[in-house]
């Protein structure tokens, strides 16, 4: 495949609650694709729930640093509003050439709300690179991350003049107006967001002390400095599968799109005069889109 595994995405003004679960199998992932294997993202005004659970991938042919898993949202400079909910857990990822796992909120005044829970990532074919990356911010923009991750199994890898990257590598600009929030989290130091995501993630690799920004060898390293290089708590959230919602209004089964839950029996979901629902399946998602009109998906 030339490009994505599964890709989706939401921008503009729309909304979307997609589910991207069960895909592959430990002897059968998701592979044979040059880009990433799975991405999801939002941008501009859009708000967006993304779920992505429990998926096998193997990105042994991806190529130029692509990502096994991305999310996140790189669209929308001076367009506030914009959000991205994520929960990224039970996947295993390996082989990719970037990082197995990617969130990030750069190039855009938007929000994440992100959770990392639970995943598996073997070590990236590309040098000095970790199997998870999270980054916010840019000079340019007003980005805001707030992040739960814990019980991750990662690793990270070898770089000839670098050393052995670390499982995590995050990622703070060093900008008054970018933001990025850890639950649970109390502190503000570079040292301090290091020792408590690598304490939340006990088997992440320790890293080489070249990749952490204070110079110490730890699990989780973050790779930028600066003054403004802070770190904040974040209040614990859940990322939903539908809002207000017991259970989804639409799930995947398994990797062949089998619908469960009070799915309508038409195609062409309830529709009013300014948005509507459209059901989204590809490769074994089901999720469930609203579109304000003229919206393109």
């Keep these: 495949m030339g490009s994505n595994g599964i890709e989706v995405a939401m921008t503009g003004e729309g909304k979307s609650h997609i589910y991207i679960t069960n895909n592959g199998t430990a002897a059968d992932p998701i592979q044979h694709f040059k880009g990433i294997g799975i991405v999801a993202s939002g941008g501009n005004k859009a708000v ?148 408590y995501l690598s304490t939340q993630n006990p088997n992440s690799n320790v890293g080489n002390a070249n990749w952490s920004a204070d110079g110490r060898a730890v699990r989780a390293a973050e790779s930028a400095s600066g003054a403004n290089v802070t770190f904040g708590s974040a209040a614990p959230f859940t990322v939903s599968l539908a809002p207000g919602l017991a259970a989804p209004t639409f799930a995947v089964a398994d990797q062949h799109s089998a619908m469960l839950g009070s799915a309508p029996s038409s195609r062409s979901l309830p529709r009013g005069p300014v948005e509507r629902d459209t059901l989204v399946e590809r490769s074994g998602i089901v999720g469930r889109v609203t579109r304000r009109s003229g919206d393109e998906l």
């Design 48 to 195: 967006n729930t993304f779920v992505i659970d429990n998926n096998f991938v193997d990105g042994g042919d991806n190529i130029f640093g692509s990502r096994g898993i991305a999310t996140g949202s790189q669209l929308g400079v001076g367009q506030t509003g914009g959000v991205v909910n994520a929960k990224v857990i039970n996947n295993t990822v390996n082989n990719s050439d970037g990082s197995g796992i990617f969130a990030g909120i750069a190039n855009s005044d938007n929000t994440g709300n992100v959770i990392i829970k639970s995943n598996v990532v073997g070590a990236p074919r590309g040098s000095g690179t970790a199997g998870i990356l999270v980054q916010v911010g840019n000079p340019s923009d007003k980005a805001t991350l707030n992040l739960d991750m814990s019980s991750n199994t990662t690793t990270g890898s070898n770089d000839a003049t670098f050393g052995q990257a670390p499982g995590i590598i995050f990622r703070k600009q060093n900008d008054a107006n970018d933001h990025f929030n850890i639950v649970g989290f109390s502190g503000s130091t570079i040292a301090q967001a290091e020792d």
